[in-house]
């Protein structure tokens, strides 16, 4: 049914692995559009009462959005690539069934943006978190500049975005990006027993929840100018410099 995740039912728990662990889970395009698909199929049925997200393997939840995959691209493709990512982003956000990321490792880029659209946080003791897009003469496209703000607070945001600093998980925790850290072996059953533990609350009353959260959010248009941002970067050669030193496995030039 998917090429690039999988998605099994155990029980009311639902458990989307991220399945790229050669490339440490890089998002690209459709492995993104698989898991909206999921998220939407799963909000219809309403047969589970919580997804957890997780990357395959024990070194990377994801590692960011696939560079090889748009390193060529023109503004116009990356504006469609911001575009069609934060459509699925926001479907996680608005999940009426609560989403956990269960980040096992790597959370950089897309992969952090991606932790930072589910509802709740559990970190394994490996786990590293950044947004290192500058890097690569980008800002982040699908949210970050956005939802980190939101999570850690403009300053914490601030550092961590122009600095593309990286974060363990006893920082990120310490920060308010993730809700707990635990051993890499206990990290599934952590949020497995924490989805039972909502079996006992109102459905409805966990969806109203969400809703009147993200409703506190949903004015902001740094969303649509991040998206802007992002695509007309693509033009620049700082992209083009930045892509390429990453593939070339060296330091960009800028
Ligand atoms: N996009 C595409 N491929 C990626 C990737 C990404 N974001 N992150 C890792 N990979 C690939 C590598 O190219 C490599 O592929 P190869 O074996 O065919 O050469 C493979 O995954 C393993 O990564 P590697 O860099 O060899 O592992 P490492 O342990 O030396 O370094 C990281 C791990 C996470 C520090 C490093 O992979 C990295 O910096 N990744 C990019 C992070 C980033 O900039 N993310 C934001 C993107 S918007």
Redesign the pocket.
């Known amino acids: 049914m998917y090429s690039h995740i999988i998605s099994e039912k155990q029980g009311i728990v639902q458990l989307i692995t991220i399945d790229r662990e ?3 889970n ?3 395009i459709e492995l993104i559009q698989e898991i909206g698909r999921e998220i939407d199929r799963l909000n219809k049925e309403q047969s589970v009462r919580g997804i957890i997200i997780t990357g395959k393997g024990n ?2 939840f ?9 390193s060529n691209f023109s503004a116009e493709e990356a504006k469609e690539m911001s575009t069609n990512g934060g459509i699925v982003f926001n479907k996680i956000e608005q999940s009426s069934i609560p989403v956990i990321a269960a980040v096992n490792g ?1 959370a ?4 952090c943006e991606l932790s930072m659209a589910c509802h709740v946080r559990v970190a394994s003791e490996n786990a ?1 978190f ?4 500058v ?2 003469g ?1 800002p ?2 699908y949210g970050g500049t956005q939802r980190l703000s939101q999570i850690i607070g403009k300053g914490r945001a601030l550092d961590m975005l122009i600095s ?1 600093k ?1 974060i363990d998980a006893t920082t990120a925790l310490s920060y308010g990006l993730v809700s707990q850290v635990v051993t890499i072996e206990e990290l599934m059953n952590t949020c497995i027993q924490y989805v039972h533990n909502l079996a006992h609350k109102s459905p409805i009353a966990i969806e109203t929840v969400i809703k009147c959260v993200n409703t506190m959010y949903s004015e902001n248009k740094g969303f649509d100018y991040e998206i802007n941002q992002f695509s007309e970067c693509f033009e620049l050669p700082d992209f083009k410099e930045g892509t390429q030193a ?2 070339e ?1 060296r330091k960009p030039n800028f």
């Open positions: 050669h490339k440490l890089a998002l690209n070194k990377a994801a590692a960011g959005a696939d560079i090889a995959e748009f790597f950089l880029g897309g992969g590293k950044g947004q290192p897009e890097n690569l980008l982040p496209g593309a990286t990453f593939i496995k």
